[in-house]
């Protein structure tokens, strides 16, 4: 026969414990997954937003080179040039 020597309370006590830990688990995990949604769904729009703010000034770069290529054409010598071209072979 075995002699069981540990207070009823103390056994109570760790396996409320344990209940309570196994049941609060899940919650826990959820609590988990949601916080890395959260952060995940931070970084997007971080990322997002930073791809947005290159495209600005990739176009604002393009935008600034096709005015500068237009105003550094002489343009009424350009047009005089594209008028003699054509008939200087006749």
Do not use: R
């Amino acid at each position: 026969m075995e002699n069981n020597n540990v207070n009823q309370q103390i056994t109570d006590a760790v396996t409320q414990s344990n209940v309570k830990i196994t049941g609060e688990a899940p919650a826990v995990a959820l609590g988990s997954i949601y916080q890395s949604m959260a952060h995940a769904t931070g970084i997007l729009f971080e990322n997002a937003f930073s791809a947005q703010n290159q495209q600005n000034i990739l176009s604002q770069a393009a935008a600034t080179q096709g005015v500068m290529q237009v105003y550094s054409l002489d343009t009424v010598a350009d047009a005089a040039n594209w008028v003699k071209i054509p008939n200087e072979g006749k």
